[in-house]
């Protein structure tokens, strides 16, 4: 058996830690350009559509695959669970559970990037901790004092008028979160609710200064095989 793990999480990591020495390739789409050692003989970059994809599969004999990608990465994860259906390849989805608000926060759910321009005020000061791949989408925000946390330097412009970059490789502790939105004066904080522990700190910092936050709610999940935690899915790979 030879498994191929999508991945790019921190459940990504576990899984191969885990399965060290085993048969098995993590595979990384080079959204960070310097990414941690991993546990797993890693390819990084992407596979060229569904055609490249299919073709990898058929030349490194890959008998199942684990999605471990980010939960809004849902384009890769349609793609690769029909063409594993396709394939009656074995696949499986691990996607960790949603946040959810607790007792003091101050949460408004949009549907997508573009729905946060309405509910914000032009004099505000909005951190955006959702990453600079959909950064473009945040262009009706022009104008506004914007700061987009990225982990690598910026390599182009900010897209759009008012915006700045901030460099910072997580993880970051409440109370960096903390004395970092108060130092910068953040009006409003723009998350995608990816869930986990690591990078909820973010979320606690905003309550504790009274930060209201716009959550991106995520993509609907799919019919596919599913299981939320690390121990389900080696659970699995042990099955095959």
Not at 9 to 14: D, F, G, I, M, S
Not at 96 to 121: F, H, V, Y
Request: charged content about 20%; some cysteine; hydrophobic content about 45%.
């Amino acid at each position: 058996m030879t498994l191929l793990i999508l991945g790019g999480t921190n459940e990504a990591r576990l899984i191969a830690e885990a399965l060290e020495g085993q048969d098995a390739i993590l595979s990384l789409a080079g959204a960070t350009r310097a990414p941690k050692t991993q546990a797993l003989p890693t390819r990084v970059g992407g596979f060229g559509g569904a055609e490249g994809f299919s073709a990898y599969l058929d030349r490194h004999d890959i008998t199942a695959v684990l999605d471990a990608t980010h939960p809004f990465a849902d384009r890769i994860t349609r793609r690769t669970a029909a063409i594993c259906a396709d394939r009656s390849l074995p696949y499986l989805q691990v996607l960790r559970p949603p946040w959810q608000a607790e007792a003091g926060d101050n949460w408004t759910e949009i549907a997508r990037e573009e729905d946060a321009a309405a509910l914000i005020a032009p004099d505000a000061v909005v951190f955006l901790g959702t990453g600079r791949q959909s950064l473009e989408r945040f262009a009706n925000l022009a104008g506004h004092d914007v700061i987009c946390r990225q982990i690598d330097p910026p390599t182009s412009p900010f897209p759009f008028p008012g915006g700045r970059f901030l460099v910072g490789r997580p993880p970051f502790s409440v109370q960096e979160e903390y004395d970092l939105f108060q130092a910068l004066g953040v009006d409003w904080l723009v998350v995608k609710n990816a869930g986990g522990g690591p990078s909820r700190t973010k979320l606690t910092a905003a309550r504790q200064l009274g930060i209201p936050v716009l959550m991106i709610a995520r993509p609907a999940r799919g019919d596919w095989p599913i299981v939320e935690t690390v121990h389900a899915a080696l659970a699995w790979v042990e099955s095959l």
